[in-house]
C-alpha cells in the first residue's frame, strides 16, 4: 500500500525567507508524485508534478519541488516566501502501476505560516 | 476552461437524514473522483469512475453511501441514513485521459461541500 507522511503540521517562516516543506512517501514501484496547495474555503489547486527525469520540479508561483529516490522525499521549497504563500499544503503519490486505478493518496497536510 | 462544480457549497443536515451532492466535472475529463476530507486530514478517496463505470469504490462505505454517473458526465453522491462521523468536505475531482499516460495527469479539484451532521 502506498502511503505519504508531512511530518510538520505547521511551517513558520519569515516573508522573504525560503521556505521548505517536507514530504516523505512509500510506494512499490517508481512514484508519481504531486504538490497541491488549499486556501481557505476552495479546493485544492495543483502545483507540480514528477513523473520521470529532472529530480528538480518547477511549478506555479515560484515553487519547487526536489524528488530524491534514496531518502523516498519530495520536499517543497520556495527561495523566497511570500504572505500570500500562507496556505495548507498536501503532498501526494500515486503509484503508476496497474490499469485503472488512479486515486492519489495524500499526506495530513502541512499548514504554511508566512509573516510579513 | 471551467473548472470542475459542485453544489451544494454547505449543507448541515440531522443524523440519519439524507443528503445528495453534484459534480459537473471539466468537460471531456474522462476520469471523475470523490474524495471525503475529514477536518485536519488530507482526502480520502470515496470512489473513482471511469466514463460511467467504477474503477475503485473499495473505501466506500455501501451500507449507506452510494454515487453513480449516469451518462459518463456529472455525478451524484449520496449519504442514507448520515451519521455524526460524515461530518465533512466532499471533494470532487476530474481529470483527462484514459491510458496510457494519464496516470500523470493532474487531477482538478471541485470547491468541495462541508458538510456538517448534527
Known amino acids: 500500500a502506498q502511503s505519504v507522511a508531512q511530518p510538520e503540521d505547521q511551517v513558520n517562516v519569515a516573508e522573504g525567507n525560503p521556505l521548505t516543506v517536507k514530504c516523505t512517501y512509500s510506494?512499490?514501484?517508481?512514484?508519481?508524485l504531486f504538490w497541491y496547495v488549499q486556501y481557505p474555503n476552495r479546493g485544492l489547486q495543483f502545483l507540480l508534478k514528477?513523473?520521470?527525469?529532472?529530480?528538480l520540479v518547477k511549478g506555479s508561483y515560484g515553487f519547487e519541488a526536489e524528488f530524491n529516490k534514496s531518502q523516498t522525499s519530495f520536499h517543497l521549497k520556495k527561495p523566497s516566501a511570500l504572505v500570500s504563500d500562507s496556505a495548507l499544503y498536501f503532498c501526494?503519490?500515486?503509484?503508476?502501476?496497474?490499469?485503472?486505478?488512479?486515486?492519489?493518496?495524500f499526506g495530513s497536510g502541512t499548514r504554511l505560516q508566512v509573516q510579513p | 476552461e471551467a473548472g470542475v462544480a459542485q453544489s451544494p457549497r454547505y449543507k448541515i443536515i440531522e443524523k440519519r437524514q439524507s443528503v445528495a451532492f453534484w459534480c459537473n466535472p471539466i468537460?471531456?475529463?474522462?476520469?471523475l473522483y470523490w474524495y471525503q476530507q475529514i477536518l485536519g486530514q488530507g482526502p480520502k478517496l470515496l470512489i473513482q469512475?471511469?466514463?460511467?463505470?467504477?474503477?475503485?469504490d473499495s473505501q466506500l462505505p455501501k451500507d449507506r453511501f452510494s454515487a453513480e454517473r449516469l451518462k459518463g458526465v456529472d455525478s451524484t453522491l449520496k449519504i442514507q441514513p448520515a451519521k455524526l462521523e460524515d461530518s465533512a468536505v466532499y471533494l470532487c475531482?476530474?481529470?483527462?485521459?484514459?491510458?496510457?499516460?494519464?496516470?500523470?495527469?493532474?487531477?482538478?479539484f471541485g470547491p468541495g461541500t462541508r458538510l456538517t451532521v448534527l
Open positions: 475531482a476530474s481529470s483527462r485521459g484514459l491510458a496510457g499516460g494519464e496516470a500523470g495527469h493532474e487531477q482538478f
Open positions: 510506494v512499490s514501484g517508481n512514484p508519481y
Open positions: 514528477y513523473i520521470t527525469g529532472d529530480n
Open positions: 501526494a503519490v500515486r503509484d503508476p502501476r496497474g490499469t485503472g486505478r488512479r486515486a492519489l493518496t
Open positions: 468537460s471531456g475529463h474522462a476520469t
Open positions: 469512475f471511469q466514463n460511467n463505470g467504477v474503477v475503485d
